[in-house]
């Protein structure tokens, strides 16, 4: 089965770098566990909120340059949390990422506060 980005989901890559942006235009395509994004570009204002939220850690998060994405498992018309999910997809992104060129890190990956949904362009080469 094949699936496509839905336009809220399209619509949620504004502003998001072109490079990541064609990252999960292509996992898409390949991707055996079917996705929406739930954000890229945030503004410092809502990176606050999720701090003050405990859902993040840091107000240098790269979503505020678009350097970011965070991608939500859609199944049976709703967003799922199970990890082996977000095993899956990370698989999906990198694969995508590796066919393109484009280096790829993913927060399940992280030591501490692993995210599972996060996808960034590393630091070190979108400075």
Avoid at 64 to 93: F, I
Avoid at 102 to 112: C, M, R, S
């Amino acid at each position: 089965m094949t699936f496509k980005l839905s336009k809220r989901s399209l619509d949620r890559l504004h502003g998001v770098h072109p490079r990541l942006q064609e990252v999960v235009k292509r996992a898409i395509e390949i991707t055996p566990v079917d996705f929406v994004v739930l954000e890229g570009l945030r503004t410092i204002e809502r990176q606050r909120a999720l701090v003050a939220a405990g859902a993040s850690t840091t107000t240098r998060s790269r979503h505020l340059t678009g350097h970011a994405v965070d991608l939500g498992a859609w199944v049976d018309g709703q967003v799922r949390w199970d990890w082996p999910l977000y095993y899956k997809l990370a698989d999906v992104v990198k694969a995508a990422a590796q066919q393109l060129g484009v280096p790829i890190e993913w927060g399940g990956d992280w030591e501490t506060f692993k995210d599972g949904p996060h996808f960034q362009l590393p630091w070190s080469e979108y400075p």
